[in-house]
């Protein structure tokens, strides 16, 4: 009986130390990795299950920012028993990327952060296989930032960040102060140019003035194979035959004789998502989107966000309609806008050997039209062009400067903190009024921009300040694993490049690049005058005097305007109700006097002086703080991308418990970055 | 006052073999459900790690939470085999065995990626705890 026993013990002692072992030393990733072998791994984007499509767009531009080569399927295809649409994304190996980092390596850390952001479906084929597509070339975005952009050029920005395309903010003064092929110029560097929405943008190009010459660079750069992406005002402004006579590109008409009221006020009550009909679902724009479409909200009508852009008639011979307006969502449209249905929406078009895209609504807002505005960059951004963000020299900064930096970002985003809540507290008092009313005529609608800023500029400090703190620990981890590959010199290149893109992250914050917009202290109208604006930041820690600036505008100035307008705006809301349930000759005639007192220009009346208050504080808080902070997050973000492969390069060569090694070193040094 | 017409009492003390007794029959019953439980718990680990597998395109620790339940199956029928091997058996021996293949499965997860290091590392400290835990268990629990 105990021998018995005893055979059963050594049997379980055995099974599990067998159990314990095998885990120790599997360490086989049972994924399909290339092991030397070409491979093809294709990216479903229908897959929307599993596949997050905006993720997948991000990992393509991280790819194509290191010079791999990303297909765009332009056509069906079958392959492994798989079929797959247009639009699909695949990536052949071998490669090596413009660091010199195999394609082994590169994949696999593709592969892992797929899984880690969501796009969990990558196939990977050893078949090989034709169908027609174009190499993809990363577009580098010139995005047009002004007064006239309003809130369009912040969500622009949230949109591209979000999908990874990495942005340069230009105003009309960068776009004539060099011609559009000079070396140094913006539109030089970049491949596609984006007007976004607002106000008619050519109030800033006036006729006669320097300015003016940038339409004409507009112009060249499209003409000789740059990219232009317009969207409502933008869109506006590139059509042959709306009588403004600047870029013209597309050839089609604004047609505000249907539409009487584009200048009127009656297109507001349509303001809000609305859907659109996909004429030419096999246009590389619209792959995915229309009648087929899997994804849920792209199609068979696709929602898209609609702000008061053009509706387009009379499309010429070099442009195609790519998608129409179909219906109102919940909106009830007056019969003066009704005819819009049915006219285009979306239009791609060719320039000379410029391709252009334009919407009448607005596709960067949120909704499903994240993928549509990817594809209408990919389609036409033509001309390669190199990164605008590696290091211009391989200099890196020593540990204690970056904990010295990194201790000032960190005070600076405690001072800024209460007094942007301040003043989005102050502004949301200000929205409350009710005075912004987007569908009523005298809604100024541009408070909640002013909002909006103030609540993505806190989200956006936070971020500064996580990547602040990540950037300390990871240079820390990357200054041990240099001791690790100390006989490899690639891997060594590849840490001072990590390190040197963490040294400019942090070179940029101490040394901000002047942002040349004039604040100024009147209006024409007799408005003002304002505090004079002294506050221009040079660095970082000098954000919060232009805080501090706004903060006190909001409330000493802003606030007391707006509640004067909003105590106006209630009298004639009152007297308006009046002329329609009770009217007679004299509350008609108190009505139109009173609309005329509010609106009046010359003087100002309330409604102008309120409408340029805001303006006033939007112009300090869009040029002389968003303007920093978000070229300061564009850097942060491709930093983080570059730190995130370059540490599973090291990883890999170094192997799990080396690099675990660094870690914990890293986190003893700095225990806050480990977290982040 | 009243006299209450119930008398209080303490029920009487049960002896030691008493007690083991009880306990014994309580094991007989219980080491069914550890059994029963256990090949549930696998079967249940099972799906939903193939389910994590089909669903994540791939084996990577996002399968973490099925291996784990397998794991946690694994260790209750080995509890039961263990107890009726050696005749001991306690809360404390129990628990080391589900906090070592707790680890187990964490390392198996983890060791699927080279940047999961630290992770591994963890899941092998895991490990060393329930070992620790099942040999202070064996030791300290009395002979039924």
Redesign the interface.
């Known amino acids: 009986m105990s021998d018995i026993l005893q055979t059963k013990k050594t049997v379980l002692v055995l099974f599990m130390a067998a159990v314990m072992i095998s885990s120790i030393f599997l360490r086989t990733n049972i994924r399909q990795s290339e092991n030397g072998q070409p491979r093809t791994y294709i990216i479903p984007m229908e897959d929307w299950i599993r596949n997050d499509d905006v993720n997948a767009i991000r990992l393509v531009n991280a790819l194509l920012e290191e010079g791999v080569p990303v297909y765009w399927a332009l056509e069906e295809f079958t392959v492994g028993g798989s079929t797959y649409p247009a639009g699909t994304f695949y990536i052949k190996t071998p490669f090596t990327t413009r660091h010199g980092v195999s394609s082994k390596v590169m994949m696999d850390w593709v592969m892992w952060q797929a899984k880690l952001t969501r796009v969990w479906k990558i196939d990977v084929t050893a078949q090989s296989f034709t169908v027609n597509s174009k190499e993809l070339i990363l577009p580098r975005i010139v995005l047009f930032y002004d007064k006239t952009t309003y809130e369009n050029a912040l969500m622009h920005y949230l949109r591209f960040r979000s999908l990874g395309f990495k942005t340069v903010l230009a105003n009309a003064g960068d776009l004539y102060t060099k011609a559009w092929n000079e070396s140094g110029s913006v539109l030089n560097e970049a491949n596609v140019f984006v007007m976004p929405g607002g106000a008619v943008h050519f109030w800033s190009f006036p006729y006669g003035a320097p300015q003016a010459w940038g339409i004409g660079n507009i112009t060249e750069f499209v003409k000789n194979g740059g990219g232009y992406i317009g969207v409502c005002a933008g869109t506006v402004e590139a059509l042959t035959t709306t009588g403004y006579g600047y870029c013209e590109f597309v050839n089609a008409y604004m047609y505000d004789g249907v539409r009487q009221d584009m200048y009127a006020r009656d297109w507001k009550i349509l303001q809000g998502p609305l859907y659109i009909n996909v004429e030419q679902p096999n246009h590389p724009v619209m792959f995915g989107y229309g009648l087929g479409a899997s994804r849920p909200g792209y199609g068979p009508q696709t929602t898209i966000y609609y702000l008061g852009g053009p509706a387009m008639y009379d499309v010429g011979l070099n442009a195609t309609v790519l998608a129409t307006y179909a219906a109102p969502i919940t909106q009830e449209a007056m019969s003066t806008v009704s005819n819009q249905w049915g006219a285009a929406a979306v239009i791609g078009a060719d320039y000379y050997d410029g391709k252009v895209v334009v919407f009448g609504p607005h596709p960067e807002y949120p909704g499903p039209c994240a993928r549509l505005y990817a594809q209408a960059l990919y389609y036409s951004a033509n001309v390669p062009k190199p990164s605008r963000l590696d290091p211009i020299e391989n200099g890196v900064m020593s540990e204690t400067a970056i904990s010295e930096r990194v201790g000032t970002i960190k005070s600076t985003v405690s001072q800024i903190k209460p007094i942007l809540d301040e003043t989005t507290r102050t502004t949301s008092k200000i929205v409350n009024l009710r005075i912004g009313d987007i569908y009523h005529p005298l809604g100024i609608a541009v408070d909640v921009h002013l909002l909006s800023f103030c609540k993505e500029l806190l989200a956006q400090l936070n971020d500064i300040q996580r990547y602040a703190v990540k950037f300390q620990y990871e240079y820390s981890k990357l200054n041990v694993l240099k001791g690790m590959v100390q006989n490899n010199p690639q891997l060594e290149n590849l840490i001072e490049y990590g390190q040197a893109m963490i040294s400019s992250f942090f070179n940029l914050t101490a040394n901000l690049p002047p942002e040349e917009h004039v604040i100024f202290e009147t209006h024409w109208s007799g408005i003002g005058p304002f505090p004079p604006f002294t506050e221009e930041a040079t660095k970082f820690e000098e954000l919060v005097n232009a805080f501090k600036y706004v903060n006190n505008e909001t409330t000493a100035v802003l606030y007391p305007t707006a509640k004067d307008f909003a105590e106006v705006f209630q009298e004639y809301n009152r007297l308006r109700i009046q002329n329609q349930t009770a009217y007679t000759p004299e509350v008609n005639a108190t009505l139109t006097e009173l609309f005329q007192n509010i609106t009046s220009q010359w003087p100002a009346g309330i409604h102008l002086q309120t409408y340029y208050t805001v303006f006033h504080t939007l112009d300090v808080v869009q040029y002389k703080i968003a303007y920093h902070i978000f070229n300061i997050l564009t850097l942060a973000d491709r930093t983080m991308e570059i730190i995130s492969y370059v540490e599973f390069a090291l990883a890999t060569a170094v192997g799990p418990f080396n690099y675990a090694y660094a870690e914990i070193r890293a986190f003893m040094a700095h225990p806050e970055g480990a977290f982040l | 006052m009243q006299k209450s017409e119930h008398s209080w009492h303490t029920p009487k003390e049960p002896s030691y073999k008493e007690i083991r007794e009880m306990a014994n029959n309580t094991w007989e019953k219980m080491k069914k459900n550890h059994a029963i439980g256990g090949f549930a718990i696998i079967i249940t680990g099972i799906i939903i790690t193939a389910f994590l597998w089909w669903?994540?395109?791939?084996?990577?620790f996002?399968e973490l939470p099925g291996v784990a339940i397998l794991f946690i199956g694994?260790a209750e029928i080995?509890y039961v085999?263990?107890a009726a091997?050696?005749d001991k058996k306690s809360t404390l021996l129990h628990m080391g065995l589900l906090v070592?293949?707790i680890g187990?499965a964490g390392?198996?997860s983890f060791?699927?990626?080279?940047?999961?290091?630290?992770l591994?590392?963890a899941s092998?400290a895991v490990?060393v705890i329930g070992i620790i835990l099942l040999a202070i268990g064996t030791i300290s629990a009395p002979k039924t």
């Open positions: 669903f994540f395109g791939g084996f990577w996002g694994v080995l085999t263990y091997i050696t070592l293949f187990v390392y198996l060791a699927s990626h080279v940047m999961l290091g630290t591994q590392i092998l490990m």
